[in-house]
């Protein structure tokens, strides 16, 4: 699309994700003009793929510019746009450019951007569990490394699709009678209102259950762990220690000593689960701090997006952009 004068310079960041996308406005000062979210934009290549990512796109940016009184995608001109997309990001610029007016676009994975928003530029590693999971680490000399991100089929492991499966799966091996007798037999037939959780994966390979659908159970996993059941507590330490053998791995491969580690997504929210991957951690990194992200993906995206616009990132920009956020979530 042709790019158009626009009264101000202005940075659109956006994070799209399997659970939904989230767009993030901002001025060269780093202050935070408006957001606006839609639906999800992964699994592009499926059918009707393309035209999902084009409606999260549009919509997501139009909410952010309504808030902050600059019109629409269609009127608007950003000085750089850094999109952070699940999954593979080649063929999503070919969709994605026609669609905003920028004078630079970057279509990248989503795990640099997280990283961004946790650190605010600075080394370290973030460790992201939403919906999936994955691991990504950057060091100040330029070394980068990610372990992870495989989806739901091969990897997910921490995350809250990836402790719904494997608490899924640990009740199935109950009622098979070749595992032991645990709570999330009747927690997760309840959960999923089935008569008999025997019936679940035809259920969801059907298509009535959506991988979404799956993940949001991890709540139940995870109550059931505190609740004592020794089954579901394995399932967590489980989850707990591949997250932490990931994090180990991206400390080694980019020699980062007593790496800043941050957390972000859904499962995060648990502070039980949050407090026991920071002890998980610590036992694997020497000298590592587990903190949560200091600001969301889509707030690290924008970052990256001034970064690609040319703007040398103070630490008064920084603070402006962590102050205008108002953190994490929203």
Known sequence: MTSSPSPAAVYLGIDGG??????????DAGRVLGRGSAG??????????RERLRRAIVESTDAALGEAGLGSSDTTSFAA???????????????????????????????????????LGAPGIIAVAGTGSVVYGEHGDGRSAR???????FGDEGSAFGLARDGVRAALDAL??????????????????????????????????????VAAASREVI?????????????????LDALARRVASVATRI????????????????????????????ARVLDATVR?????????AALLALRAGGVHVTDAIRATLVASAGGTDR
């Open 255 to 282: 020699a980062l000593d007593a790496p800043l580690v941050c957390m972000t997504g859904g499962v995060f929210r648990s502070k039980p689960y949050a407090d026991a991957f920071a002890a998980a951690v610590s």
């Open 292 to 300: 949560h992200a200091r600001c969301s993906p889509a707030v690290g």
């Open 147 to 153: 372990t992870g991100g495989w989806g739901y089929v």
């Open 176 to 213: 098979d009678g070749v595992g032991p007798d645990t709570e999330l037999v009747p927690v997760l037939t309840k959960r999923f209102d089935v008569t008999d959780l025997r019936n679940l994966p035809m259920v969801m390979y059907n298509g009535h259950v959506s991988r979404d659908g």
């Open 223 to 239: 109550d059931t762990w505190l609740r004592g059941d020794v089954v579901a507590a394995q399932v967590v330490a489980n989850g």
């Open 81 to 119: 746009v850094y999109c952070a997309m699940t999954g593979d990001a080649d063929f999503k610029t070919e969709v994605i450019a026609p669609l905003l007016m920028t004078a630079v676009l970057c279509v990248e994975h989503d795990a640099p951007a997280a990283l961004a928003g946790g650190t």
């Open 40 to 49: 999800p934009s992964n699994h592009v290549e499926m059918p009707g793929g």
């Open 18 to 27: 399997q659970t939904g996308t989230q767009a993030v406005v901002i001025d």
